[in-house]
């Protein structure tokens, strides 16, 4: 499961530099994905949309893994301070695949 970030977000800024898969972004700019850069109003890969915030960080489904394959514990719940790094319901994933997700990751760059 991908994890989302809700609007208690305060834009700290400390979530980004610590995702393993370069999948926060800040709110109101664009996002990456193999070498490839998308906005507002497009769909990853995956189809997933409504991800995107103008407002607020938020995570990319398409390139979170949970941190599985890089850390124990969720990058972003372990430095937010506000506890607004919660699990999406509608990007659910088993560990495997979140470790095939990372492996896909790693072959075609985040
Ligand atoms: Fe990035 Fe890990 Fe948070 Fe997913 S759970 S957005 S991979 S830090
Ligand atoms: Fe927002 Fe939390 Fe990330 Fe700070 S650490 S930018 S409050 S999601």
Same mark, same amino acid.
């Given at each position: 499961m991908a994890y989302k970030i809700t609007e208690e977000c305060i834009n700290c800024g400390a979530c980004e530099p610590e995702c393993p898969n370069n999948a926060i972004y800040e709110g109101g700019t664009n996002w990456e $994905? &193999? #070498?490839? &850069? +998308? #906005?507002?109003? =497009?769909? /990853?890969? &995956? #189809? /997933?949309? #409504? $991800? +995107? &915030?103008? =407002?607020y960080f938020y995570v990319v489904p398409d390139k979170c893994t949970e941190c599985e394959g890089f850390h124990d514990e969720p990058q972003c719940v372990e430095v937010c301070p506000v506890e607004c790094c919660v699990k999406d319901p509608n990007h659910e994933e088993d560990k495997d695949a979140l470790l095939a997700k990372k492996e896909h990751l790693d072959g075609i760059g985040r």
């Amino acid at each position: 499961m991908a994890y989302k970030i809700t609007e208690e977000c305060i834009n700290c800024g400390a979530c980004e530099p610590e995702c393993p898969n370069n999948a926060i972004y800040e709110g109101g700019t664009n996002w990456e $994905f &193999s #070498g490839n &850069s +998308y #906005g507002e109003g =497009d769909a /990853a890969p &995956s #189809g /997933a949309t #409504g $991800f +995107y &915030s103008s =407002d607020y960080f938020y995570v990319v489904p398409d390139k979170c893994t949970e941190c599985e394959g890089f850390h124990d514990e969720p990058q972003c719940v372990e430095v937010c301070p506000v506890e607004c790094c919660v699990k999406d319901p509608n990007h659910e994933e088993d560990k495997d695949a979140l470790l095939a997700k990372k492996e896909h990751l790693d072959g075609i760059g985040r």
